[in-house]
């Protein structure tokens, strides 16, 4: 867990864009966006992956949503419409190990994702 580079961020041992912090997430720029909104919205406990996700953690997660959609509003892309989405293991593309939700507009996405 010390290791995490997202519990680094979020104990400010790493410097990063941070635009909303509470008591259960933080969110902060992705560091390399691939829109030009790219905002990852972190629970704060070190929760691994979706697949690590308990039944205790439901209002968390629920609540990673209200802030991403307030988010979407401050951002402005709350009209155009945006994509919220979690990569979990190795096919899912997930490259950092701590649950975390991309908050992506600006732009038009294209679908089924490839
Ligand atoms: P994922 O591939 O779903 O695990 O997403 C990890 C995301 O974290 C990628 O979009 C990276 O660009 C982003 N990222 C990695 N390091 C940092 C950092 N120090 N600050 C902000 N974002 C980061
Ligand atoms: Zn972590």
């Not at 390399?32 to 704060?44: D, E, F, M, Y």
Request: charged share 25%; glycine share 8%; net charge negative.
């Amino acid at each position: 867990m010390i290791e995490c580079i997202f519990c680094k961020i979020l104990n400010k041992e790493i410097q990063s864009e941070i635009v909303y912090e509470d008591e259960l997430v933080c969110a902060f720029k992705d560091i390399n966006p691939t829109a030009p909104v790219h905002i990852l919205v972190v629970p704060k406990p070190h929760i691994e992956n979706l697949n690590a996700v308990q039944q205790q953690h439901k209002e968390l997660i629920g609540h990673v949503f209200v802030v991403a959609k307030e988010l979407a509003k401050k951002f402005g892309i709350d009209e155009k419409g945006y994509r919220i989405v979690v990569n979990c293991g190795a096919d899912g593309g997930q490259t950092i190990d701590h649950l975390h939700f991309h908050l992506l507009g600006g732009r038009k996405f294209s679908w089924p994702a490839g």
